[in-house]
Structures are given as structure tokens and as C-alpha cells.
């Protein structure tokens, strides 16, 4: 303890700060220490001026988690961490050619980027063979589509 007493505190914040955002670098961007390190880099400017050491942790801590709390889930939103994008993802909004019928309660089968893909219809109807679609979504192995022409399809309920 005698040893933080010594240095000043504008080092003893530079050193948080570089820390803080080594691990955040280390952990791909998880954006979770950059909300203490943002705070700890103000403090480096803070503690220039004749501020208590324990005002200025109050600070870091307020601060820290204001912006933990309050910006972190705007940010992720934002920048879509955590979502990894597959390729089945890439499929949608794509169009595919029917090659084997595709009715209401039974699965045809559709050509999309050469592949053979297991299909159901979107709504009710029957899409023939040959006919094109688009690709909704995928759920599991199976696509669901409908025809290309359909614009807005009926809401999922």
C-alpha cells in the first residue's frame, strides 16, 4: 500500500488504462474492459488537478458503470459482436429453382447454388417444378420458400 502512496496517481491510471485495453484486445473485442479503461484514461487527466485519490475512484467506478450499463448494449447492437454470420445465413433472400413440387403438407425439393435443398412452402399453395422462389429463411435442413413473384409474404405466427 505504501507503494501506491508513493506514485502519482496520473501513473498508477496509465498503467489501468494500458491493461485494461491490452485485455480488450486479447479478448477479440468483447467490448466489456474498454467501458473501465475509457474512464480510467480520463483520470490520468483528472488526477492532474488536486482530486483525492478516493473521489477519483468513485469517479472511475460511477463512470465505469454508466458506461457499462448504459452504452455496452448500444454498442453491441450497433456493431453485431457475437453473431457469426454461416453460410446456410447467406442462403436467404436468394432464388431457387423448384425441381421436385412443393405442397402444403409435403416437402419438394428446390436447386439452389447447385445444391439440392429440401423445401416447404411459406403459406399454403403448391409451388410446381421448374417454377422459381425465393428463399425465406432456413429452419434445420429445409428451406422455406415462396414464389419469386410474392412480395410480401404473410407474416410468421
Known sequence: MDFLLMVQPYWLWLGITIVLALIE????????????????FLLIFISGIVVPVRWQLAIFLFLSLVLLIVI????????????????????????ALVTKCIAEFEKGEIKLNGQIWSAKPESGGVLEAGVKCTVLRVEGVHAIVCPENEQNPPPQA
Request: glycine content about 4%; proline content about 5%.
Open 72 to 95: 455496452r448494449p448500444y454498442a453491441l447492437k450497433k456493431l453485431k459482436t457475437g453473431q457469426v454470420r454461416t453460410n446456410v445465413d447467406s442462403l436467404t433472400g436468394q432464388t
Open 25 to 40: 484486445l486479447a479478448t477479440a473485442f468483447s467490448l466489456t474492459t474498454i467501458w473501465f479503461a475509457i474512464p480510467a
